[in-house]
């Protein structure tokens, strides 16, 4: 048993070892500090369902979705390093603070979840548009105020990473619809190998798409019903 166990010996000092930066966030003893350490992780979160909602899904509007999340970090990238603005403290968060990546990664987020929520669902009259597009704006600005909170950033650097994040958005959707769809990209994203083999779709392309979906599902439970019958 004492075979299994390490030694002291083999123990690195305390003074060596560093933390996964990704996921460890400090934060103050109060309440409110260790909500907003939760709601700051929300990033991680959001990749993690990007992932499982395109593999559940195989839909080419997430899949450019998060094409354009990625990109949104690597354009945060280059300009935290052009930039090259120090965070409030020396021991929180690493590298640069100008813009907040953060900040950009949520403010890219809600506005391109609000441009297809409004694309897709407010022509109907439907009232999910609106409660989502509350809901994500409330989600995002309680994550962007997080950072200042817990003092990883200055209100200057999260507000100029939000401009960034929305900006981007835009730029990105109107590039994705009135660029690459207007020249037949997406045809070619779908027709290539890997799409056909993926079994990946295009649900823009497609008005009412859950109602088809359900429709055909009830279709399907009638056949089956009467094959059991």
């Not at 934060?27 to 700051?40: P, R």
């Not at 354009?75 to 409030?88: D, H, M, S, T």
């Not at 813009?99 to 297809?116: D, E, G, K, N, R």
Request: glycine share 6%.
């Amino acid at each position: 048993m004492h075979d299994i166990l390490p030694s002291k010996s083999n123990i690195p000092p305390h003074h060596t070892l560093t933390s996964l930066s990704l996921t460890h966030v400090l934060h103050g003893s109060d309440i409110y500090s260790k909500i907003f350490a939760h709601l700051t992780l929300s990033p991680l979160a959001i990749t993690c369902s990007y992932v499982a909602v395109i593999l559940t899904t195989r839909d080419l509007t997430v899949i450019l979705m998060l094409a354009g999340q990625l990109l949104n970090e690597c354009v945060n990238f280059v300009l935290k390093r052009l930039v090259k603005q120090a965070r409030p403290t020396e021991y929180l968060g690493d590298g640069y603070g100008m813009p907040s990546s953060h900040s950009q990664f949520m403010a890219f987020f809600a506005t391109y979840m609000v441009i297809l929520m409004y694309r897709w669902g407010a022509s109907s009259g439907a009232v999910s548009p609106h409660v989502v597009t509350v809901l994500v704006l409330i989600w995002s600005s309680l994550v962007i105020y997080s950072r200042v909170h817990l003092y990883y950033h200055t209100w200057q650097q999260v507000v100029a990473g939000s401009i960034c994040g929305c900006l981007f958005a835009v730029g990105y959707y109107f590039f994705v619809n009135r660029f690459l769809r207007s020249r037949g990209m997406q045809d070619w994203m779908l027709d290539n190998s890997f799409a056909q083999w993926a079994h990946i779709v295009d649900r823009e392309q497609m008005n009412k798409v859950y109602e088809w979906e359900w429709n055909q599902f009830q279709q399907w439970r009638k056949i089956n019903q009467g094959k059991a019958d």
